[in-house]
């Protein structure tokens, strides 16, 4: 399963101890956020029935820029399965973090993009019912 909920504190308490902030609320200046996205990146094992027959596998994805003109990440990744790596493009939606179809992934990636998109799908329809 995607923790993405563990890679972002990481990510985020990694942040205010370097910058010595106390806090980052969405609300802050939108460059700030974005540079702090910028100069992170998340990496978690995945898991999904419908891939790799259930296989876990290391997504690995680097925010490197946001592109203002399609409102979406540019974000190299990779894919570490079974002592094999696969790297490409990510283009992340801005609304959801899914792999768009615009995304410069080879053809071995995939399902693995797919299964990270649905992994995310899965925790927003869960996050929905918790509320």
């Given amino acids: 399963m995607l923790d993405l909920k563990g890679a972002l504190n990481k990510s985020i308490n990694d942040y205010l101890s370097k910058n010595k902030k106390d806090s980052i609320f969405l609300d802050d200046d939108i460059e ?5 996205i910028r100069t992170h990146y998340i990496s978690d094992r995945v898991q999904n029935g419908d891939t790799d027959n259930g296989q876990s596998f290391i997504m690995n994805i680097y ?4 592109n203002n003109t399609g409102a979406y990440w540019i974000a190299p990744a990779s894919v570490v399965v079974q002592g094999q790596v696969f790297t490409g ?7 959801d973090m899914s792999v768009l179809g615009s995304s410069i992934i080879p053809e071995n990636m995939s399902e693995y993009a797919s299964a990270y998109s649905s992994s ?3 925790l927003a329809f869960y996050c929905v019912f918790i509320k």
């Fill in 32 to 36: 700030d956020i974005q540079q702090f």
């Fill in 63 to 66: 925010f490197k820029q946001f």
């Fill in 89 to 95: 493009t990510f283009h992340l939606s801005d609304l």
């Fill in 120 to 122: 995310l799908h899965w």
